[in-house]
């Protein structure tokens, strides 16, 4: 005789573990976290003006510069209370008069000029002199200076008794002791960064952001991605045996991130540094677990995967499942330089994954705005070569638009630079609608009206398209949930986007196969007709009426570096002595326009 | 009868007198060679006496020596051999591009290249669970084929394409060394150093649970040592090696890339010794396939202190 209220108990209790165990695994990107719970904290910067406005040594620093801008020797001198003598004095007048020493102060290509800044004069040490140079003891003052633009440090080795600029040296990389104007503005970048003062609890004074068993109140670290001049106050927690790491970026003026580490037995902490910073960050928070957005109407779970960039998935809106997955599984890259010269990037994350474009800093929200009303948000993921906008470096955004009125679009942006200008991009997307009963028809739009599509098969969007007067090409409708048009890109989202071009192809869904789980590259990379990867799924010809289908969309993007006319590309320029990114993203991606079923 | 017995007793205990001279002189032979190895061990310290010599099917290509073998496949796939002079010829065989991008590489005494694959800026060349490989290219013939593979612990999936990494040939006790990250996740560390015999394409010994790229081994004060760069930190470990070229003792911290002074949160990828300093060429390494497009690559250079057997840090300079 079986105890139905233990069975019954049983049951609920199996539940409810289920449950807390599903949860458990859920991030949400909304939620309200308290920093200083968080173990790694990407910051979010501050505009310039505000940093500006916040910090009065930033103001002072950033008139300086401004003023060094304006002189026909743009270099920010070492400040007064710095030079501890007259010969060190001498020793910066005669460096900054000697045309090897400022070689690199202006643009080589523009004339602009650069931010430059002396960081360090002392009187040379044995180890700085080469051996064909002879320096009287004395005589001899190493002067440093740093190029914020191209994050490069040159020494003079300076013989006040000739007056004269002895040698010159520019070590490719590595970065300077920096002065203690830089130190003490370091130290309020961080002191005053509300994400540091969260994380301690406190507002932490001057005194707070020393390490006691090193010279400096700075610890060295690198700014791998950016190219930047960065250090990292270290806030201690002796009761914790802990130290919060505040890494500053001193080119840009900003608080790249914190984190928290372990003191260890020797009292000193590991290092920490921009890139090491952030992947830890995603990896954490974004590729060891599902996480979950709840906006408007919409509810969307989504991950960042190995290969197949960011995933969303069982996606409901108004309380109903609509997207069982959609994803962008490739970009191919070809050349038309080069018959078959190209790349197939897959993007993910941005540690232990096979992606070659991997996840920089985590996901995050947008509002999208029309004449002024907010009409839907955004959920965005930006993907980075490490040293794009490089050339051969790529950076493609997933973005997936949520519309206040049920519509949604799956969009693929290319933010150049690549290897050539006559490359043409191929996102290779990936959408699995959902519906109650798992039957789906899809059909196109001809000049008889809609035709059902019956067997896999592709279309290719070209001049001879027929579209609806609304601008629809597809439809797919499903049974018992929602069914939607499908409005191809043509240039008339107002995003920039010049027109998809777009390969469709329809597929049957073979569970667990074909792109259910995270998908290696398909298709070649520099094939220009319909062979993108798709295709391979298509070649039983399956029947698709009334079936779980695949919908996979190709569009392309031909890059153009024109003057005026750029698109997929991305440059570097000065701008106020900074190196500056400037880029023109390529966009495509179909528009999902819910059917009023009603009519 | 008695007499047969005491003869056949007489007979095994001859054999076995015999077998056991035999055994011992063997053993002294041996215990010989060892002390003659350790002799010659404490006569130098300092880098492995190079043994590398030019391989010969080059010659019947046309190509005149000194060659230089040429892996930075940019605009081809695949190793390339060029000759050591401005404008000088360039050699690509059609097996050369077969097994898709090629990582280091390791030349034995007779002019054998032994070389890993990695993937680069995707997996389509070099499929996910193809990658735990030693790949030899011939002296002789120049044909480059599959040599052997190596083991792993758990299969290798997407989330680590990678598998054998750095190759060594050591001059001396002429064994290979191997890395590998084959099978390691974020989670568990199931690389391994291998000790392989060229002859019998045996795992003499192994280092398990490390993962490693770049490696070599160096004669220090104490003996030889392999260095190998963590893949997953910057630091640099040497493990020590008995007479037999086994993998000896625990493995010692020596330093890290990133507490050097300008050094950065690089892996440590080629390593070689030049009489007293160890270079090291580093980049970014994150167990995905980004690091291929980035061209920075830093170079580290160490030199050997004999009184304290300790590397201090000398400098870092980006590649040029």
């Not at chain 1, 942006?413 to 959902?434: E, V």
Request: one cysteine or more; hydrophobic letters at 35%; aromatic letters at 10%.
């Amino acid at each position: 005789m079986i105890n139905i209220n233990l069975l019954l108990s049983t049951i609920l209790l199996f539940i409810s573990l289920f449950l807390f165990s599903c949860k458990e695994n859920i991030d949400s990107i909304d939620s309200n976290k308290n920093p200083n719970q968080e173990h790694i904290i990407i910051a979010d910067p501050l505009p310039e003006s505000e940093m500006i406005r916040m910090i009065p040594e930033l103001d002072h620093y950033n008139k300086q510069m401004q003023v060094s801008l304006q002189t026909k020797t743009p270099i920010l001198l070492l400040a007064e209370n710095e030079i501890q003598d007259t010969m060190q004095s001498l020793a910066q007048k005669i460096a900054i008069r000697d045309p090897s020493f400022t070689r690199d102060i202006f643009d080589m290509e523009t004339g602009a000029p650069l931010r430059n800044e002396i960081m360090n004069i002392r009187e040379a040490l044995p180890g700085d002199i080469p051996e064909s140079v002879v320096c009287k003891k004395g005589n001899c003052y190493r002067v440093s200076m740093y190029h914020y633009v191209n994050n490069r440090t040159v020494t003079a080795i300076v013989d006040i008794s000739k007056n004269a600029v002895v040698f010159v040296d520019r070590p490719l990389g590595g970065q300077p002791e920096i002065n203690k104007r830089l130190t003490d503005l370091a130290i309020q970048i961080a002191i005053k960064s509300p994400e540091v003062i969260l994380a301690l609890g406190l507002n932490p004074g001057e005194d707070q952001a020393t390490m006691p068993n090193v010279k400096t109140a700075l610890n060295g670290t690198s700014c791998e991605r950016s190219k930047h001049l960065c250090v990292a106050p270290t806030f201690l927690n002796q009761e914790n045996n802990r130290a919060l790491w505040a890494i500053v970026d001193l080119t840009d003026w900003k608080l790249v991130g914190l984190k928290w580490t372990d003191l260890g037995t020797s009292g000193k902490p590991s290092k920490e540094t921009e890139r090491s910073l952030q992947n830890d960050y995603v990896m954490e928070h974004f590729c060891e677990k599902n996480n979950n957005l709840s906006m408007d109407e919409w509810n969307i779970y989504y991950r960042l995967t190995s290969s197949d960039g960011l995933e969303i998935f069982d996606v409901q809106y108004q309380n109903e499942k609509i997207i069982r997955s959609a994803k962008v599984v490739d970009w191919h890259v070809g050349y038309s330089s080069a018959e078959g010269f190209g790349y197939s990037d897959a993007m993910g994350c941005p540690m232990y994954s096979s992606s070659a474009v991997v996840a920089f800093n985590g996901p995050y929200t947008e509002p999208i705005e029309k004449n002024g009303k907010e009409i839907g948000f955004a959920l965005i993921q930006d993907f980075r070569s490490p040293a794009w906008p490089v050339p051969c470096n790529y950076r493609y955004h997933n973005r997936y638009e949520f519309y206040k009125d049920g519509r949604f679009r799956v969009v693929t942006k290319n933010l150049g630079r690549g290897c050539g200008i006559d490359g043409t991009y191929r996102p290779i997307i990936r959408i699995d609608l959902a519906s109650p009963e798992n039957q789906e028809k899809f059909e196109q739009w001809t000049s008889s009206g809609w035709r059902s599509w019956n067997k896999e098969q592709w279309s290719f969007q070209d001049k001879n398209t027929l579209y609806t007067d609304k601008g629809y090409a597809y439809k797919v409708s499903t049974k018992g949930g929602k069914s939607y048009f499908i409005e191809p890109g043509n240039g008339q989202f107002e995003d920039g986007g010049r027109g998809d071009n777009a390969y469709t192809y329809v597929s049957l869904r073979h569970p667990e196969l074909e792109g259910d789980v995270d998908l290696m590259t398909i298709g070649s990379c520099c094939n220009t007709d319909h062979r993108q990867g798709p295709e391979a799924f298509l070649q039983d010809g399956e029947n698709i009426v009334d079936q779980d289908l695949i919908i996979w969309y190709v569009p392309q993007m031909k890059n153009d570096d024109t003057p005026g006319k750029e698109y997929c590309w991305a440059n570097t320029v000065i701008e106020n002595g900074k190196s500056v990114v400037k880029y023109w993203a390529g966009v495509s991606g179909p528009m999902f326009i819910p059917i009023d079923q009603s009519k | 009868m008695n007499k047969k017995l005491r003869l056949i007793s007489l007979f095994i205990f001859l054999i076995a007198g015999i077998a056991f001279v035999i055994w011992l002189r063997n053993e002294n032979h041996k215990n010989k060679l060892k002390q003659e190895f350790k002799q010659q061990l404490s006569e130098y310290t300092g880098s492995v006496k190079p043994c590398a010599v030019n391989p010969e099917f080059p010659k019947d290509h046309g190509l005149v020596p000194p060659y230089m073998i040429d892996l930075r496949q940019k605009g081809y796939r695949g190793l390339r051999i060029l000759e050591y002079r401005e404008n000088g010829k360039i050699l690509q065989l059609p097996s050369w591009s077969e097994f898709g991008w090629l990582g280091l590489h390791t030349v034995d005494k007779t002019g054998n290249i032994y070389v890993s694959s990695i993937p680069h800026e995707s997996i389509v060349h070099n499929p996910v669970g193809e990658q735990n490989r030693i790949l030899k290219l011939d002296h002789l013939t120049g044909e480059l084929f599959h040599f052997m593979d190596l083991p792993q612990k758990e299969p290798s999936t997407l989330n680590n394409p990678f598998g054998a990494m750095g190759l060594h040939f050591d001059c001396d006790n002429e064994y290979l060394y191997v890395s590998s990250v084959a099978g390691s996740s974020m989670r568990e560390e199931l690389g391994s150093l291998f000790q392989i015999e060229l002859g019998t394409k045996k795992v003499i010994s192994s280092l398990e649970n490390t993962d490693a790229i770049g490696l070599a081994t160096y004669n220090t004060e104490k003996g030889k040592r392999v260095y190998y760069g963590k893949a997953r930190t910057a630091e640099v470990y040497s493990i020590g090696l008995d007479e037999n070229g086994s993998f000896s003792g625990q493995p010692s911290f020596e330093f890290s890339l990133l507490e050097q002074n300008g050094g950065a949160d690089d892996r440590a990828h080629r390593i070689r010794f030049n009489e007293d300093k160890m270079e090291i060429k580093a980049s970014e390494f994150n167990f995905t396939l980004a690091a291929a497009s980035n061209p920075m690559h830093n170079i580290y250079l160490f030199e050997y202190d004999h009184s304290k057997d300790t590397w201090s840090f000398l400098s870092v300079q980006a590649e040029k």
